[in-house]
C-alpha cells in the first residue's frame, strides 16, 4: 500500500459544486501539505499543517478550505469550484524541516 | 519572492550518456534544495536533499551540487538509462517547510 494516499485520482464536476479531496498517510509523519500543478507554473502551496492543530495558508490559499481531522488525515475543499481551479492536486508530508517531502499519486481534478 | 527556473525544459540524449541539468533561484537565502523525480500518473519521488550547509549529494548514479551564492545547483546522471526518462523538478525550501518549485525538465533517454 501507498504511503501517501489521495482519494478520488480523478474527478470531473461542475462549476459552483462543493468538492473534498482526502489525503491520508501511513508514514506517521506530522507535517502535511496540499499543492497543485498546472502546466508551466509548476507545484505551488496551497496549504500546510505541522500538527492536528495547526493550519497555515500558503501561496495560493484562495478559493480553497482544509482540514487536519488527525495526524494521518488532510483534506482539501473547494467550497464554489471554478473553471481555473482546475489541475493536479498532490498531498505531501513530511517528518522534519530537514527531511524530503513525501508525495501522493496526486488528484486529477477538472471543473467544467 | 523565490523564483526557480530550470533549464532545458526538456531534453533527449541516447543511452549511456552523461548528462547535466539545471536549476537556478532568486533568492539564495534558502534552508535546503532537493531534486524530485516525477513520472506521468505520479507523484513525485525525493532523489537527492542537499542541507544549505553542504554542497553536493550522491546517490548511486546521481550527483547534486549546490552552490547557494550564485544561486545554483546541477543535477548529474551518470551513464543514463531509458528508465531515467522522467521530469526531473527542483524545489528551494525558505522557511517553515515551504518549498518553490521549478517547471521541470523533462528527460528521454533513447535507447
Known amino acids: 500500500d501507498a504511503d501517501v494516499t489521495q482519494t478520488p485520482r480523478n474527478r470531473i464536476t461542475k462549476t459552483g459544486k462543493r468538492i473534498m479531496l482526502e489525503c491520508s498517510q501511513t508514514k506517521g509523519h506530522d507535517r502535511m501539505y496540499w499543492y497543485r500543478q498546472d502546466p508551466g507554473l509548476g507545484l505551488r502551496l496551497i496549504y500546510y499543517?505541522?500538527?492536528?492543530?495547526?493550519?497555515n495558508k500558503g501561496e495560493i490559499s484562495d478559493g480553497y478550505s482544509v482540514s487536519r481531522q488527525a495526524q494521518a488525515k488532510f483534506s482539501l475543499s473547494l467550497e464554489s469550484a471554478i473553471p481555473n481551479q482546475t489541475a493536479l492536486y498532490f498531498c505531501?508530508?513530511?517528518?522534519?524541516?530537514?527531511?524530503?517531502?513525501?508525495f501522493g499519486d496526486g488528484t486529477r481534478l477538472s471543473i467544467l | 519572492k523565490q523564483e526557480v527556473t530550470q533549464i532545458p525544459a526538456a531534453l533527449s540524449v541516447p543511452e549511456g550518456e552523461n548528462l547535466v541539468l539545471n536549476c537556478s533561484f532568486t533568492d539564495s537565502a534558502i534552508y535546503n534544495l532537493q531534486w524530485f523525480r516525477q513520472d506521468p500518473g505520479k507523484g513525485l519521488t525525493s532523489l537527492l536533499l542537499?542541507?544549505?550547509?553542504?554542497r553536493e549529494q550522491t546517490s548511486g548514479r546521481l550527483n547534486a551540487s549546490l552552490d547557494k551564492s550564485s544561486g545554483r545547483s546541477t543535477l548529474y546522471i551518470a551513464a543514463s538509462q531509458p528508465g531515467d526518462s522522467a521530469t526531473y523538478l527542483c524545489a528551494v525550501e525558505g522557511g517553515a517547510n515551504n518549498l518553490f518549485f521549478g517547471t521541470g525538465t523533462r528527460l528521454t533517454v533513447i535507447p
Open positions: 542537499i542541507q544549505s550547509s553542504q
Open positions: 505531501a508530508t513530511s517528518d522534519r524541516g530537514d527531511q524530503p517531502q513525501h
Open positions: 499543517s505541522f500538527d492536528v492543530k495547526d493550519i
